[in-house]
Each structure stands twice: as C-alpha cells, then as structure tokens.
C-alpha cells in the first residue's frame, strides 16, 4: 500500500502557461518540452498549437507570484488593447512585498491595493489604475493618447478617470493628473490625439473634437473643428482607406465644405512626425485669417519636446 500523500493539484493544462517543474512533474521529459511545446519566457511554456497573446504572455509573467498577485502597467495595457510605444518586458504588482522577486524579463512591482479586472482568467490592473501606471512610463502625448482610448472605448468615463487620478498618490500620480486634463470624449484614433495635441500644446484655441457640422443641406462629421473660423482640420491616413469610393466620397465631402466657406486642412502622418512646425504655421495663419478668438501672435513652444522640430515658425512671424 502506497504511503505516498495524494496530489491533489488540478491537471496540467498545456494550453495555459505551466513551469517547467509542473512540466517535469507530469512527465513531460526535457526533450518534450523542447520539441513540442513553446518557451513563452524563461522557464515558462505553452502547448506549440497555441498562437501566444498578450494574456498568454501575462500569465506566465504571473506564475510564480501567487494568485494575488496581477499584471500591470505595459503588461496590463497589451491584454486590454490600449495603444502604447513599444514597451519590451511584462510588469507584475504584488501586494507582499516579501512576494518580490527578480525574474528574466519580468519586473515587479509593489502596492498596498489594487483595482484588479479579470481578462480570461488573468488579473490586470483596471483602466483608472492603469492609466496611473503608465503615467510612471510614458511622456504626455503618449498618456494622453491612452486616456483617449479607454474613454473611446468605455472601459472609463472622462469624469471617473478624473476622479481617479485627482485622488491618487505615488508613482506617477502628478504626470496622471496632468495628462487627464486633456483627454477628451469621442477621439477617433491615436494620431488624431497627437495632432490635437501638437495644436493646443502650441498656445492655439482648443478644437472641437469629431464635432457634427451641416453644410449645404448635409451634414457630417469633421475630425477637428474651430466653427467661428469655419476650419476643418482632418487626420488623412491613407493606409486605413480601402475602397476607391470612400475616397472618392472623402473628396466630395471636402469640396462641398468648403464651397460653403469652409476650409478644409489635410495632415498626414508626415504632418505630425516629421513637420510639426510647418502644420502648425498652416493652422496658426488660417486661424488668424478667419477671425478666431484668442489666437496668439506667436506660438507657444510647449510641443517642440514632444514632437520633432524643423525650422523656426515663432522667429518667421516676429520678422513680419
């Protein structure tokens, strides 16, 4: 009769990251582990069947954490879809901090508590505790891009992320509160929020966003837009149209704006990366043309550490 204790672990299930020792443990030999299952990290592995995910790459962060344990910042962000710079490695928080430990490509993190949601069984950091996470990683446009999104996509509204950030202390907190006050309801996409911000990061009056304007009997909806001034500012990704008609029906849509007095202004990714001074300069004239209230003469230069500089616009229209 066996005087072996009975295991009383659950089954190694293969399709969910396991250690190498649960893999021993079970009788999955070295050279089975090598030859058909997948190293999603150090010492971690996957059935080879499985395509690896961001939730995937999480929970092996997470393994030898305990299970109070979750993951975090940039890890926290991949699994719930928020647009962030490239960010290698993943970020696990404990509440112990005798839990802390050093593991190849993992950084860990401490914290008295926690907004924790579940994604398909892993903890991650709920949207408000994010956003004051990656406020600790990332530069102000880049936070303001991920507090667009998780108010676009109703993982938060505007007022509770406020909330959240007004109330909130540590790492990041004070970069959190800055960013949040720019972040704005119904942003279409990560490159209109760069170019909102190149705009008002300048001193220029606050566009609306995705406003609706009926011109000519029609009415549609604008990316950016002063209505005083009648200018239209709108982020032109080529790469996102598809369809011959759509553009097509894009060019109408500009041409009928503007027979009705309106301006229409096209920026491109080249716009924002690589010429932010020259948009600018286009925007800056336009307004001034067109009578907007509070205008500056002259630029502020607030954007230049966020966004390329060429030339000298500020110095261009002193001269004049």
């Known amino acids: 009769m066996s005087t072996e204790p009975p295991d009383d672990r659950p089954p190694l299930d293969v399709r969910r990251p396991f250690t190498r020792a649960a893999g021993l443990r079970v009788g999955l030999g070295r050279r089975l582990l090598s030859d058909e299952f997948q190293q999603v990290m150090h010492g971690v592995y996957l059935s080879s069947s499985i395509e690896v995910t961001a939730v995937h790459r999480a929970a092996a962060a997470l393994i030898t954490y305990g299970p109070r344990a979750w993951a975090s910042h940039a890890s926290a962000a991949r699994v719930l879809g928020v647009p962030i710079p490239t960010l290698p490695g993943e970020h696990v928080t404990v509440l112990d901090r005798k839990r802390r430990h050093r593991r190849t490509g993992v950084v860990c993190h401490s914290a008295a508590g926690g907004l924790i949601v579940t994604v ?121 149209i598809e369809r011959e008609e759509q553009w097509e029906s894009d060019l109408s849509r500009r041409e009928d704006i503007e027979d009705d007095g309106w301006r229409v ?42 966004f390329p500089i060429r030339g000298d616009y500020n110095a261009t229209m002193a001269a004049k």
């Open 265 to 306: 202004l096209i920026v491109t990714a080249k716009g924002v990366y690589r010429t932010p001074d020259e948009t600018l300069a286009k925007i800056h004239r336009l307004l001034l043309e067109r009578g907007e209230a509070g205008v500056p003469r002259r630029l502020a230069t607030r954007w230049q550490p966020h």
């Open 120 to 240: 398909e069984d892993v903890r991650v950091s709920a949207p408000a505790q994010l956003f004051v996470e990656l406020a600790s990683m990332l530069a102000l446009v880049d936070l303001v891009v991920v507090g667009d999104h998780l108010v676009r996509r109703s993982l938060i509204t505007r007022v509770d992320l406020r909330k959240h950030c007004a109330e909130a202390s540590g790492p990041g907190s004070a970069q959190a509160r800055a960013a949040v006050a720019f972040v704005r309801e119904g942003v279409d996409s990560p490159m209109e929020t760069r170019l909102r911000m190149l705009i008002v990061l300048a001193g220029l009056p606050e566009p609306e966003v995705n406003p609706v304007v009926t011109t000519g009997g029609l009415t549609r909806r604008y990316d950016l837009c002063w209505r005083k001034a009648r200018l239209v500012v709108e982020y032109d990704g080529r790469h996102h």
